[in-house]
């Protein structure tokens, strides 16, 4: 299946927001994986099936220790745990101090999630730089989004961070702007930002800033979720993202074979009457 990883530049522009509501919105099975070495917030602000408290030691932590032989489909998935709602969810770290024991788990786990039989995998990376021990996470990855806010300071930490990224990983590149709905000034500036970069981005989304849809994703949501801006724009999102790393199928190739023929059965661009 595929792995994909999201992250910020600087500061907390909603990454881990983001990463709930789209995994949520996710059309296939899907694991939310919490890769910031700050600490996990999920385990905080979320509860398992019918309100029941999350287990905070289950998770990486655990993994690391019960994946020193290997880590499979099914050592991950039995440190992972289930949101109300039936999002999985591989917990992050309790405390920053809980990363020193772990350095040798992020190549591989990486690995492990690319690999993935019968899961994507969505791995909230919290804040990256050059040195960031989960950084081979996003070099596992077959699509990496960046997630900023439509501020100056923001974008300006944004375009440092994708001219150093490309040179660390080797993978699709998308970004998405958190910003009001009223403000698609401010996202289209955004874009204006990235077109005159070199580094190409594939994906640009904008998911909206909506307090009311997040605080559903807080354990305070009132009201009806489906009607907020937060999941009709994260709908699109969840839907875009998730085709763009789908697996090619025999379809595809003959649906690619049909429109541009190969040499044996025309000539490319003939057009027959």
Not at 24 to 40: H, K, M, T
Not at 100 to 128: E, H, K, T
Not at 194 to 222: E, K, N, S
């Amino acid at each position: 299946m595929a792995l994909v990883a999201l992250a910020s530049a600087k500061g907390s522009p909603g990454v881990t927001t983001a990463s709930l509501v789209i995994g949520a919105l996710w059309p296939r099975q899907v694991l939310l994986s919490e890769c910031d070495p700050s600490g996990s917030d999920v385990a905080i602000r979320m509860t398992g099936p019918s309100q029941t408290a999350l287990n905070p030691d289950r998770g990486l932590v655990s993994l690391a220790a019960a994946g020193r032989k290997g880590i499979g489909d099914e050592v991950i998935m039995a440190h992972s745990q289930q949101l109300d709602g039936g999002l999985d969810v591989l917990l992050g770290v309790r405390a920053p101090e809980q990363i020193g024991g772990m350095g040798g788990l992020w190549a591989p786990l990486g690995q492990a999630f690319n690999q993935m039989y019968g899961s994507d995998v969505l791995a909230d990376c919290g804040r990256i730089g050059p040195q960031s021990p989960q950084l081979p996470v996003l070099q596992s990855a077959g699509l990496v989004v960046l997630v900023c806010t439509a501020t100056g300071s923001s974008v300006a930490h944004l375009r440092e961070r994708i001219s150093s990224l490309v040179h660390h990983v080797d993978a699709q590149l998308g970004v998405i702007v958190v910003a009001d709905p009223k403000r698609r000034d401010g996202v289209r500036q955004v874009w204006s930002v990235l077109d005159q970069m070199t580094t190409p981005i594939h994906h640009r989304w904008h998911l909206a800033y909506d307090p009311a849809g997040a605080a559903f994703f807080d354990g305070r949501g009132v009201g009806r979720l489906d009607r907020t801006s937060l999941i009709r724009t994260g709908s699109v999102i969840a839907a875009e993202m998730a085709a763009a790393v789908a697996p090619r199928t025999s379809t595809d190739f003959d649906m690619a074979e049909a429109a541009f023929p190969s040499a044996d059965t025309g000539t490319a661009g003939e057009y027959r009457q």
